[in-house]
């Protein structure tokens, strides 16, 4: 039987969050596992192997701290969520900047 | 009229009045200094809170008798105090890099905020000539100590915070003064706004603490040696930063940080409400419930506070 969690994919996504927030080694792994993805590839690129690797390892963890059927990032997902997590590169649209600029 | 318009109309009054050669480097400051990543931000965009650059304009909702001469000259002074103090500390910081137009662009300001604190007070010195000393002397000290990486008390992480603030100050206690508020008043005003700069300046130590301590000078670091022995986090221990947060996450400093910030937040709050200030004192009062919820998680999760700020744009993103 299905939960809500293990279907639907923004209840994954906070319950990834929620993990990582709360466990450092998690929060750690993430960002290596990000980190290890490689940054540039042009579309018409076929996903390298040693890519793809880490793309799925990345997916199996995420579904086994979220305990949920997460269907897997794609290969330009990953990327977005690297070039955030580990370039810190943002939205410039979304003021992040206010986050580090608290007072 | 909105504290951010305030802020707006004092900085472009103030660009208005620069030799023309230095009007661009104006618009550029907050990039420069690293505040913001894009060009052309307006500073009311740059902090997370309006009381940065704002305080005396919030201050002055509670103030009866305020003209409206005495309100602009206040935050005027006030915001190119900071804007200068800012500037001053992340060059000073290496973040920012210092040039023959930059240095002359901050003479106009410390030049227009002691022309403003002037007019406020009738005086003939600006305060701001001493208090700038003695936060640059705070910042000295502070550097020193946090780069050899001593064994320091909460005590004196408290005392070298609040120096470091000095220029936070003197705009609002002369409009305090300037608008008939007499010398408990603004006492009052002093210590409410010492808590909001504490508050912010505590919560902001804990948040940034892993940077800091790659950039070889963090605060709970020298706490987590002062609270643990001299033998806790060797400054020989900077190659092995997971050591060191395992550390500093045991020894429970960052919960204490958080929590001095919420009593310095709920000091705030109280003073702000006893003045009047409903504005200042709603926005400290909920300072205070997030710097409680904050230190409750960080309790359960050690590093929870940091972990938190590292995913930020990333759950902004991801989960809206």
């Known amino acids: 039987m299905n939960t809500a969690q293990q279907t639907d994919p923004q209840a994954q996504l906070r319950s990834l969050y929620m993990s990582l927030l709360t466990k450092q080694e998690r929060f750690d792994e993430f960002k290596q596992l990000l980190a290890m993805y490689p940054t540039v590839q042009g579309e018409e690129e076929v996903e390298p192997a040693d890519a793809a690797e880490v793309r799925q390892k990345l997916n199996q963890r995420i579904r086994e701290w979220t305990g949920s059927s997460f269907a897997g990032l794609s290969s330009s ?3 977005m969520w690297r070039a955030i997590v580990v370039d810190n590169r943002f939205n410039v649209a979304l003021s992040p900047w206010k986050e580090s600029n608290m007072y | 009229m909105e504290i951010s318009t305030h802020v707006d109309a004092v900085w472009s009054a103030f660009c208005g009045s620069l030799p023309e050669d230095l009007q661009n480097e104006a618009g550029q400051l907050a990039r420069r200094v690293g505040l913001v990543p894009i060009p052309d931000v307006p500073w009311s ?14 201050l002055a909702r509670a103030m009866p008798s305020v003209s409206h001469e005495h309100l602009m000259c206040s935050v005027t002074a006030h915001m190119l105090a900071i804007v200068n103090a800012f500037a001053i500390d992340r060059m000073l910081d290496r973040q920012a890099k210092s040039s023959a137009d930059l240095s002359r662009l901050l003479d106009h300001v ?10 406020l007070t009738c005086q003939e010195t600006s305060p701001y000539l001493d208090v700038e000393c003695s936060s640059l002397a705070a910042i000295h000290t502070e550097r020193i100590l946090l780069e050899h990486c001593r064994s320091l008390t909460f005590e004196d992480y408290a005392q070298l915070s609040l120096g470091k603030q000095a220029v936070a100050f003197p705009a609002s206690l002369a409009l305090a003064s300037a608008s008939g508020w007499d010398d408990r008043q603004v006492s009052a005003v002093k210590h409410a706004l010492e808590g909001i700069v504490l508050g912010l300046q505590y919560h902001d130590d804990v948040v940034d603490w892993e940077d800091d301590w790659r950039d070889g000078r963090a605060w709970a670091v020298c706490l987590c040696r002062g609270v643990a022995g001299a033998d806790c986090v060797s400054p020989h221990a900077a190659g092995h930063p997971e050591l060191v947060r395992q550390q500093v996450h045991q020894s429970g400093v960052l919960v204490t940080m958080l929590n001095m910030s919420r009593r310095s937040f709920r000091r705030a709050a109280g003073l702000a409400a006893v003045l009047g200030a409903n504005r200042l004192a709603t926005w400290a009062r909920e300072q205070e419930r997030n710097m409680a919820k904050l230190a409750a998680r960080e309790t359960e999760s050690a590093g929870y506070v940091v972990r938190e700020h590292q995913l930020f744009n990333w759950a902004m993103e991801v989960l809206g």
Not at chain 2, 110 to 119: H, K
Request: net charge positive; proline share 4%; charged share 30%.
């Open chain 2, 45 to 58: 965009n740059i902090f997370k809170n309006e009381v940065t650059l704002g305080a005396p304009a919030l």
């Open chain 1, 77 to 79: 997902q990953i990327q």
């Open chain 2, 110 to 119: 410390r030049t227009r905020r002691d022309r403003a604190m002037l007019e």
